[in-house]
């Protein structure tokens, strides 16, 4: 068991070696991505490939993570942003959290990711638009600065290529 501290106090963590691991689908993809160089946007061309293997209509959850994992190798976005935007987590300003308080660590959250089961559940009802519904929730309930995050910054280059793939 490893032993962390976080503001001074002592985390105890279990690693794979302690605890049976079975990662998700996405985790055991994810795994095998090698992330680009950073950019901002995809050529036409590779929008055009991108729409011949990833149809906006229709996509099961495989082609999902795929996708994510081309972005991810394209350099639009990093790993743990792809990991985060898929699980429908929504940053935190880390300076707020109080590890002593027993209810949790969420300093502007009503719990809705413990409703949704995360987007790739979500995505199985409410298909491509729940990326788009997440983000603009996930921009309210934040109390980091939208603007500058590298998360919503990476989030919104996705919702680009989802846009573009869908025209």
Known sequence: MAIQMINGYPIHAVTRAEVAYHPSYFQQQAETWVEGSKRDQLSEEEIENLKKKYPSAGMSKEDTVA?????????IMSISTARDIYCGAVPLD?????PTNTQGVLTR???ASEVFGGLGAMFNVGGLGSY????????KTTDVDVENSRYFQEYRQFLNVLDQLGA
Do not use: M, P, Q, S
């Not at 996708?67 to 350099?75: I, S």
């Not at 880390?94 to 109080?98: A, K, M, P, S």
């Not at 788009?132 to 921009?139: F, L």
């Open 132 to 139: 788009r519904n997440w983000y603009e929730y996930a921009k």
């Open 67 to 75: 996708l994510f994992g081309e972005l991810v190798e394209a350099g």
């Open 94 to 98: 880390t300076r707020n959290i109080n």
């Open 109 to 111: 959250c009503d719990g």
